[in-house]
């Protein structure tokens, strides 16, 4: 099974800052839309923010609008989010993922596979 593989992740004081980065291999990145969930412990996985092949569409949720910025390099394979005043509400496992089923929208994880074994975040007070 062909995956990304997701880093960047550690601890952090609320207010702090920290890149996510998820490198996929061509099959799971050449022009693919691409997207960060996150997930705790008995939650279901929750859409972060999703970015279009060409990096010209982006979208975000709620929670993470204005605070979490996704970007990419597509010379590099790679998928960025930038998280900046980060807040205890984000701790979680960050998974990224390539869309892969047009049956669903953009911010549903049962578009995507390929998903990465995630980068934990921990955000304290």
């Known amino acids: 099974q062909v995956t990304t593989v997701e880093s960047g992740g550690g601890l952090v004081q609320a207010g702090g800052s920290l890149r996510l980065s998820c490198v996929g291999s061509g099959r799971t990145f050449v022009g693919r839309h691409m997207a960060w969930f996150r997930q705790v412990p008995g939650k279901e996985r929750e859409f972060v923010a999703s970015i279009s092949w060409s990096g010209s569409s982006t979208d975000y949720a709620d929670s993470a609008k204005g605070r979490f910025t996704i970007a990419r390099d597509n010379t590099r394979n790679t998928v960025y989010l930038q998280m900046n005043g980060l807040k205890l509400e984000d701790t979680a496992v960050y998974y990224c993922?390539?869309?892969?089923?047009?049956?669903?929208?953009?911010?549903?994880?049962?578009?995507?596979?390929?998903w990465g074994q995630g980068t934990q975040v921990t955000v304290s007070s």
């Open positions: 993922a390539t869309h892969i089923s047009s049956a669903y929208n953009f911010r549903a994880s049962a578009a995507y596979d390929h």
